[in-house]
């Protein structure tokens, strides 16, 4: 499941992680304008690139917000257009870097990877720093240390020991898969505040979490977007069988846009739901059913 923004930002305020105070819009819905100016709108949508698509706008006034929110609600991003903006304070930044937790499959571990650097430039940089994790206990004495060398901040170290500590537990009690802060702002104010945050979570834990109701629902079949701009989309009943229709579309110069697995206790409703999901794909001319 991949979490909107503001959804993410949601639970790590809640592990008590620093994030901008924000407020959403949503295209069908009335809001409250925010009383003070300049603020960010940002689209959300499930994909990144989203600041050089021109999905993220500062705004000065009401006038301006009226404006950006027209033309981002029909801004289409990769395949996407947002149901919902995100609204928050413009922050001061003194410097951004970039700081994630992912699953290493390899070592069944988890892997915090951070860089000096942040932004919508940080996917052309190289040489990331990465510390494997235990799950369970974790010092991460040596390892804030570090991140405060890295980010040019020796003496910040305490502060960055209790960020990467939320952000480790937030990771786990949420059963994510990935959890990705860029950037990672250094305020003029000397604060750090997650200004912006990627976050997945794996469907096979949504029966630990009834209370999950976010925009991506958990799937019920096994559902892998491969390409959001895919041509053809595929329905299997049968991993191997889903892999080989998958794989016979691509072998005819055409784009699968999914792998579906709807399992063999697929009923009307599961097949249903599919078909729904199937429909988000706006590039989609034909369905493979397999």
């Known amino acids: 499941m991949r979490l909107l923004e503001y959804e ?23 809001t409250t304008m925010p009383a003070k100016f300049p603020i960010v709108v940002k689209s959300q949508v499930p994909v990144g690139g989203r600041g050089k698509a021109g999905g993220v706008v500062i ?3 009401i006038e301006e917000l009226q404006a950006a929110t027209d033309t981002l609600f029909k801004l289409d991003i990769k395949g996407y257009t947002p149901r919902t903006l995100l609204l928050e304070p413009k922050l001061a930044i003194k410097k951004e870097y970039y700081l994630s937790l992912l699953i290493d499959r390899e070592t ?9 650097e ?65 950037p990672l702002v250094k305020t003029a104010d000397d604060d750090y505040v997650c200004a912006d945050a990627k976050m997945e979570l ?21 559902f892998v977007t491969l390409d959001s701009k895919g041509d053809v989309a595929t329905i299997a009943n049968g991993a191997g069988l889903a892999m080989e229709t998958v794989d016979a579309v691509a072998a005819h110069d055409m784009k699968p846009a999914n792998f579906l697995d709807v399992g063999g206790g697929a009923n009307k409703e599961s097949v249903l739901r599919a078909f729904t999901r199937i429909m988000e794909y706006k590039n989609v001319k034909a369905i493979v059913i397999n």
């Open 118 to 182: 942040g932004g919508v430039e940080v996917e052309s940089q190289t040489e990331f720093s990465s510390w494997q994790l235990e799950v369970g206990d974790n010092d991460f004495s040596d390892i804030a240390q570090q991140l405060a060398d890295l980010y040019g901040f020796p003496d910040d170290a305490p502060v960055l020991k209790t960020i990467v500590e939320k952000l480790y537990s937030c990771f786990v009690v949420n059963d994510a898969v990935l959890l990705e802060i860029n």
């Open 108 to 116: 069944a571990s988890i892997q915090l990877m951070a860089h000096g």
């Open 202 to 222: 794996d469907d096979a834990a949504t029966f630990r979490h009834k209370d999950w109701d976010f925009e991506d629902k958990p799937a019920e079949a096994n």
């Open 8 to 30: 993410a930002k949601n639970l790590l305020n809640h592990s008590g992680v620093v994030v901008p105070r924000g407020s959403i819009i949503r295209a069908d819905a009335s």
């Open 59 to 61: 705004v000065e006034s």
